[in-house]
């Protein structure tokens, strides 16, 4: 059947060349525009290469789904992190973490080589004492006022760094933590809520506890809600008491110089203030050579070593909390923009598909003047590695119960789009509107029927 079927279609495709040429030999040749309105009067079709070759394959026209899926990797890091920097240049004299070292709030991560400003705050004190004592030499009295105001300055100072050292950052975080938990509770209530309304037959005990559940995690979220936005008060309010410090601190320098100058009636004081701001900048200077932890957390990367040359606010040392973790991917915006937060789809550890969950974009970079450009998936991933490949899977248009073919049978000639049919009858060419079409499939929504055998080009 197949061999009288391939003769037959040849013989129809050598009948049609033969005409189509007869017809094009016997058309008189007519002047100027009588030539196109020959041919319009008179068209000639031009059949579609539609011979077979022996042993070439068919396909069934199926049924299913069609699904353009947009794949791309990240790395499973935690997901809340910090980028530390030094406010001053500098030349690295020590680094004491690695990446992945687990450090505790305040301890020296790294730290400048400061000897050439401790020979200048030696050499400055020296200058400062020299001109207080000249200003000593010539008052009468104030000492005692002189020296209260050292100490107001100096316990000033002392006030500042220990509210500095006071940050409830990890408070917000937590807060922050607990509010995203609440949150998703709540979806899941709400879609379990949905689900039990819209299963008639489940008895009404059902549908009234899932009710319950959505009230308390209605009620969790308010809560939750309550404790961070009362973190970030007290972060913002721990912020107003650094900067009441800083005034502090200001204030005190003043009274210590107003009594510099009583105390020495006038003289000299312009040289001791001058020295005293060198040595308030010389020793601000040293305090930021060194950079501490801010948080309890987990060393992420390290980009510095003993002897490099740093830039004030380049990023040099990355910190995050150990959990909750997630895929963290490094996308162009073009295709950050492609997905949606709440988008779901698969991930895996890269080649172990045994491995793969849902998952969910939690966040992605909206413009390039988004501080994170980083692309965020949240995932149920376990026993997974930090820093392990992670491969994900969003599918970004979903067409289900359709008609489909490879896209190898799908052909073209001359602004068709056809298929050619093994029917009873022979090879058919038949016209297709194609719809989605993706690398493996294609979807057909007309011009063939389910169980269509298409022959492969």
């Given at each position: 059947?197949?061999?009288t079927?391939?003769?037959?279609?040849?013989?129809?495709?050598?009948?049609?060349?033969?005409?189509?040429?007869?017809?094009?030999?016997?058309?008189?040749?007519?002047?100027?525009?009588?030539?196109?309105?020959?041919?319009?009067?008179?068209?000639?079709?031009?059949?579609?290469?539609?011979?077979?070759?022996?042993?070439?394959?068919?396909?069934?026209?199926?049924?299913?789904?069609?699904?353009?899926?947009?794949?791309?990797?990240?790395?499973?890091?935690?997901?809340?992190?910090?980028?530390?920097?030094?406010?001053?240049?500098?030349?690295?004299?020590?680094?004491?973490?690695?990446?992945?070292?687990?450090?505790?709030?305040?301890?020296?991560?790294?730290?400048?080589?400061?000897?050439?400003?401790?020979?200048?705050?030696?050499?400055?004190?020296?200058?400062?004492?020299?001109?207080?004592?000249?200003?000593?030499?010539?008052?009468?009295?104030?000492?005692?006022?002189?020296?209260?105001?050292?100490?107001?300055?100096?316990?000033?100072?002392?006030?500042?760094?220990?509210?500095?050292?006071?940050?409830?950052?990890?408070?917000?975080?937590?807060?922050?933590?607990?509010?995203?938990?609440?949150?998703?509770?709540?979806?899941?209530?709400?879609?379990?809520?949905?689900?039990?309304?819209?299963?008639?037959?489940?008895?009404?005990?059902?549908?009234?506890?899932?009710?319950?559940?959505?009230?308390?995690?209605?009620?969790?979220?308010?809560?939750?809600?309550?404790?961070?936005?009362s973190?970030?008060?007290?972060?913002?309010?721990?912020?107003?008491?650094?900067?009441?410090?800083?005034?502090?601190?200001?204030?005190?320098?003043?009274?210590?110089?107003?009594?510099?100058?009583?105390?020495?009636?006038?003289?000299?004081?312009?040289?001791?203030?001058?020295?005293?701001?060198n040595?308030?900048q010389?020793?601000?200077?040293?305090?930021?050579?060194?950079?501490?932890?801010?948080?309890?957390?987990?060393?992420?990367?390290?980009?510095?070593s003993?002897?490099?040359?740093?830039?004030?606010?380049?990023?040099?040392?990355?910190?995050?909390?150990?959990?909750?973790?997630?895929?963290?991917?490094?996308?162009?915006?073009?295709?950050?923009?492609?997905?949606?937060?709440?988008?779901?789809?698969?991930?895996?550890?890269?080649?172990?598909?045994?491995?793969?969950?849902?998952?969910?974009?939690?966040?992605?970079?909206?413009s390039?003047?988004?501080?994170?450009?980083?692309?965020?998936?949240?995932?149920?991933?376990?026993?997974?590695t930090?820093?392990?490949?992670?491969?994900?899977?969003?599918?970004?248009?979903?067409?289900?119960?359709?008609l489909?073919?490879?896209?190898?049978?799908?052909?073209?000639?001359?602004?068709?789009?056809?298929?050619?049919?093994?029917?009873?009858?022979?090879?058919r060419?038949?016209?297709?509107?194609?719809?989605l079409?993706?690398?493996?499939?294609?979807?057909?929504?007309?011009?063939?029927?389910e169980?269509?055998?298409?022959?492969?080009?």
């Open positions: 059947m197949m061999k079927r391939t003769i037959t279609g040849i013989m129809l495709l050598v009948l049609a060349l033969i005409v189509t040429a007869c017809s094009s030999e016997n058309s008189p040749s007519l002047p100027g525009g009588d030539t196109a309105a020959h041919a319009q009067a008179a068209p000639t079709s031009t059949p579609a290469p539609t011979a077979e070759i022996a042993a070439r394959p068919t396909y069934t026209v199926e049924r299913g789904t069609v699904e353009d899926v947009f794949s791309f990797t990240g790395r499973w890091q935690p997901r809340d992190q910090m980028s530390l920097t030094f406010p001053i240049n500098g030349t690295i004299r020590q680094v004491n973490v690695q990446r992945g070292d687990a450090v505790s709030a305040g301890d020296l991560l790294a730290d400048y080589d400061i000897s050439d400003l401790e020979n200048q705050l030696a050499s400055t004190q020296i200058s400062l004492e020299t001109a207080q004592s000249s200003i000593s030499s010539s008052a009468t009295g104030n000492v005692e006022t002189v020296e209260n105001a050292q100490i107001s300055l100096a316990n000033a100072r002392i006030s500042l760094e220990n509210t500095k050292n006071s940050s409830p950052w990890t408070n917000v975080a937590s807060a922050k933590i607990s509010l995203e938990n609440a949150e998703r509770s709540l979806a899941d209530a709400e879609r379990d809520y949905r689900e039990a309304l819209s299963h008639p037959e489940e008895s009404a005990s059902s549908v009234d506890n899932a009710y319950q559940q959505l009230l308390s995690a209605q009620s969790s979220l308010k809560s939750a809600q309550i404790s961070y936005f973190a970030a008060q007290s972060f913002n309010n721990y912020q107003y008491t650094v900067q009441q410090a800083e005034n502090s601190v200001i204030q005190a320098e003043l009274t210590l110089q107003r009594a510099i100058d009583a105390a020495a009636g006038g003289v000299g004081d312009e040289t001791v203030r001058s020295t005293q701001l040595i308030d010389i020793e601000k200077n040293i305090a930021d050579s060194s950079l501490y932890a801010p948080i309890d957390g987990v060393i992420l990367e390290v980009s510095i003993p002897g490099d040359s740093v830039a004030a606010y380049d990023t040099v040392i990355v910190i995050g909390l150990p959990e909750p973790k997630e895929v963290i991917a490094s996308l162009a915006l073009a295709d950050a923009n492609r997905l949606s937060v709440g988008m779901t789809g698969k991930c895996q550890i890269v080649n172990q598909p045994d491995t793969a969950v849902g998952c969910a974009i939690r966040s992605i970079p909206l390039s003047r988004d501080a994170d450009q980083t692309t965020r998936v949240a995932a149920g991933l376990e026993n997974v930090e820093n392990q490949l992670v491969e994900v899977e969003m599918a970004l248009e979903v067409r289900e119960n359709v489909w073919l490879p896209p190898s049978v799908i052909r073209t000639f001359q602004n068709r789009t056809f298929v050619v049919l093994d029917t009873a009858d022979g090879l060419t038949v016209d297709v509107v194609l719809g079409q993706t690398d493996e499939r294609v979807e057909i929504t007309s011009g063939v029927n169980g269509d055998l298409v022959v492969a080009p």
